[in-house]
């Protein structure tokens, strides 16, 4: 990532400045891009009740208030910090896996360590930071059910039919008691899963192309903006990398019925036929458009929080 990410210090050293460098860097990503992220996810989720983004975003705040892009936004501030926290240090130490001695890795192995902080999912055995998916999972099935539930201000509206919830905690506790932890809280884990390999592989590798060709390499540190835009070409790459996947994750994560064996590719299925290879670029306009602030800072704030550490 940095010059200070390219000379990684070995893991046992490191560890625990990724980690609070990474959760500081989650609260950004959220606190910047949370508006946008809600009209994306209801967008995808209930695409016949709005014309497009942007009729969202203007009968949400005319019907419930502008605090209703903000719904959801407590799971994601608290558990996202914990996610990217992980997902830094699993990044960190599988580029140390590829090249034990620091030296500078090509894209395609950036690309790889991106995408291998998820993929060490199935191998827990080879660093904690490859817990990602398990952790992102609950925290945007979370988001994802919060978001969307809509609630008017206006008698003259019809309410909503299914049970509201006013927070995470008690949305969890349904969630867990009705229907258990696997088709409750973790509905939708091989979804995110699926999604989270190519994203973060095009996350990392985006990012470091950039930062490279703004000149980011050994001992050289970059401005806020040259890190601005490096950060949100890897939000767009990430997002261009898996975003049909995530479509299926939200609708997935969105539903009242449990998941059943195969819904991934059932979900798919069902999506083709509703509105056709369109259907798997619902709310990508607010998506794109909320990534590059929402990226610029995650990585920005990543990168000064690991050189004020590494002082220390």
């Not at 449990?258 to 306009?285: A, C, H, N």
Request: with cysteine; aromatic share 12%.
């Amino acid at each position: 990532m940095s010059e200070l990410q390219t000379l990684t210090p070995k893991p046992s050293q490191s560890g625990w400045r990724d980690f609070v460098a990474g959760s500081f860097a989650g609260m950004a990503q959220v606190a910047t891009g949370q508006p946008l992220d809600t009209v994306k996810v209801r967008v995808q989720i209930d695409p016949h009740r709005y014309k497009g983004p942007f009729d969202c975003i203007v009968r949400t705040v005319r019907e419930e208030s502008i605090f209703a892009l903000y719904k959801g936004m407590a799971s994601p501030l608290i558990g996202i910090g914990a996610v990217n926290a992980l997902l830094f240090a699993a990044y960190s130490k599988f580029k140390q896996i590829q090249s034990p001695f620091n030296g500078e890795l090509e894209i395609w192995q950036i690309a790889l360590a991106g995408a291998g902080a998820d993929l060490l999912t199935l191998f827990p055995d080879l660093s904690l930071g490859a817990v990602n998916s398990v952790l992102a999972s609950p925290v945007e099935l979370l988001k994802v059910r919060l978001q969307a539930q809509y609630t008017p201000r206006s008698s003259s509206i019809p309410s909503p039919t299914l049970k509201q919830y006013k927070g995470p905690v008690e949305l969890a506790s349904h969630l867990v008691s009705t229907h258990g932890i696997r088709h409750g809280l973790f509905r939708g884990f091989w979804a995110t899963f699926l999604r989270e390999i190519p994203a973060y592989a095009g996350f990392y590798a985006g990012f470091e192309y950039t930062k490279r060709k703004f000149g980011g390499r050994h001992g050289v540190e970059l401005g806020v903006g040259q890190l601005m835009t490096a950060g949100a070409v890897g939000g767009v790459c990430y997002w261009l990398s898996c975003y049909p996947l995530d479509v299926v994750k939200s609708m997935v994560q969105g539903s009242e019925k449990p998941q059943e064996r195969f819904y991934v590719f059932k979900t798919i299925r069902t999506i083709y036929r509703q509105d056709g290879l369109r259907g798997f670029m619902r709310g990508m306009s607010p998506t794109i458009l909320r990534t590059i602030p929402a990226a610029g800072a995650t990585f920005t704030v990543y990168e000064f929080s690991m050189r004020a550490l590494n002082k220390m």
